[in-house]
């Protein structure tokens, strides 16, 4: 038999459908990846007593004839999903120890469709960051390593960094993440997988830890956009609970892997083509976009004249919201407590250990921007541009269907790079980040490696509510790519056996 | 940007700070407010601002009680509980 961890999530279903295999065993053959690849520390908490119960519930349900959707498959949770009973920290001391009392509406929706969790996957601290080294559990590893011989360990990605680098290794058939600024794509990019972010409405935030609000939405990783969009159509939905879920039909998200882009118009935004920008990038834009001219779609230009402000409208509206989320954390309720003489002091001392040096940082730029004297000039402005730069969107959609872009400026970088200078750092969601701002679904396929081995890969942007024309046009850039590389770390393995 | 603004904004986030922290957050910060500032060089007279992207109504639903007597589970992460309250440092003297 093939060896349970490298089945995509679809076969996996099949097989398990099949009766090739039990729930029990491939659940059991995940949790003995996930010991044998701790050194990555992607999971915060690994659990694998209720994955076992899962498992064996499901197996029952399944002799029972009542198979749900993923029924059987396990798969891993970004610990940003509150999940009854189980610690739900987002990276942070402030909720070291905190078990919900509840479960979040994605999870319950995968749990209720058959899902197994294996556990709760790393990730920066309330998802701030794009290298997951933010985190008070510890920096991920990313299982790919450059083939210079340096041996220096990468980065994921971030936020999402664990559920990147856990579908990456075989750890888990796919995970589910959030993205608020990039945090799928820009991990997916990295780890060479596949990452959705859909329409802001789709997937209900209920029980979502939450950073900014209005740029937070659920997503799915899988290691090809057809496991991907299974488990996207499993977590999305109508809930009552979150005041901006949209009441629309989920489409069956997978079946437009196949659909083909004949016909198609495929907008080329001349603004991601920065001064700069890296000649292996570049050609991998290229060679995406003749792809697509290959398989019979038609190319267009189009511009997106405000895309350079989407990072400083971003680092308003972000740490704004924030900065209003996280007041809730003040020792009281949940989480973590200092005492000092006063209710203040108490708060400002519980605040202080809780939080850790990016999130202080972004709760501060937040206060600051929403303060007396400063709210018109930064935060009205920031939303001001907003609306111009979802307005490009939508001039560039009356004449093309989908937009293509890399999805990241640069491969993986090497834990400890880009530390020093904040905006160095948010660079790496330059592509990425007025998809959020305009609530518009997107996507990362992994379409090539660069010189030094590692993935790259092509974001693709659709209109409000249209994810299945975005998985046409990844599904024909899968198609090829033939993105078939493995990470460094389990090709060691396979030359170690 | 001075220390006294930082200073002003660490007591607003209800943040504790010492002197070296506050200089380190001061630079940071400094950097930041000064990269956004290219948004004045935008245009947006007649703009207006965009706060929901999702052109959703916000529903409205009957008002009446649909959860509730949960009081154990809602205590139950507390650091400290007592006879079913929220244990917070004394507040009025």
Known sequence: MTNLTDLSLADAVKGLEKKEFSSVEITKAHLKAMEEHRHLNAFIVETPDVALKQAVESDKRRASGKAGLLEGAPIGVKDLFCTTGVQTTAASNILRGFKPEYESTVTGKLFGDGAVMLGKLNLDEFAMGSSNTTSAFG???????????????????????????????????????????????????????AGIKPTYGRCSRWGIVAFASSLDQAGAFGRNLEDASMLLRSMSGFDPKDSTSADKPVPDFAAAVKGGVKGLKVGIPKEYRP??????????????????????????????????????????????????????????????????????????????????????????????????????????????????????????????????????????????????????????????????????PGLSV???????????????????????????AGGAIERAANFTAIPSLLNLKKKAA | MDLKTVKKVAT??????????????????????????????????????????????????????????????????????????????????
């Open chain 1, 139 to 193: 920096n991920v590893i990313s299982p790919w390593k450059r083939n210079d011989a340096s041996n220096a360990d990468l980065t994921p990605g971030g936020s999402s960094g664990g559920s990147a680098a856990a579908v990456s290794a075989r750890l888990c058939l796919a995970a589910t993440g959030t993205d608020t600024g990039g945090s799928i794509r820009q991990p997916a990019a990295f780890c060479g997988i």
């Open chain 1, 275 to 440: 001064d700069g920008l890296d000649p292996e990038i570049e050609k991998l834009w290229d060679d995406g976009i003749n792809w697509l001219k290959a398989e019979g779609a038609e190319i267009v230009n189009v511009t997106l004249p405000h895309t350079k402000y989407g990072l400083p409208v971003y680092y308003i509206i972000a740490p704004a919201e924030c900065s209003s989320n996280l007041a809730r954390y003040d020792g009281v309720r949940y989480g973590l407590r200092v005492d000092g003489k006063d209710l203040s002091e108490t708060y400002e001392k519980t605040r202080a250990a809780g939080f850790g040096d990016e999130v202080k940082r972004r709760i501060m730029v937040g206060t600051y921007v929403l303060s007396a004297g400063y709210y018109d000039a930064y935060y009205i402005k920031a939303q001001k541009v907003r609306r111009l730069i979802l307005n490009d969107f939508l001039e560039a959609y009356k004449k093309c269907d989908v937009i293509i872009t890399p999805s990241t400026p640069s491969a993986a970088f090497a834990i400890g790079e880009n530390e020093d200078d904040p905006i160095k750092m948010y660079l790496n969601d330059i592509f990425t980040v007025t998809i959020n701002l305009a609530g518009l």
């Open chain 1, 446 to 472: 992994p379409a090539a490696l660069n010189k030094q081995g590692l993935p790259l890969g092509l974001q693709l942007i659709g209109r409000p509510w249209d994810e299945e024309t975005i998985i046409r």
């Open chain 2, 12 to 93: 607003l986030a209800r943040l504790e700070m010492n002197d070296k922290e506050l200089e380190a957050v001061r630079a940071k910060l400094g950097n930041i407010m000064k990269f956004v500032e290219q948004l004045g060089e935008v245009n947006t007279d007649k703009v207006e601002p965009l706060a929901n992207v999702v052109d959703i109504k916000l529903r409205l639903r009957e008002d009446e009680v649909t959860d509730g007597g949960i009081q154990a589970k809602i205590l139950a992460n507390a650091p400290e509980a007592t006879a079913g309250f929220f244990v917070v440092p004394k507040v009025v003297e």
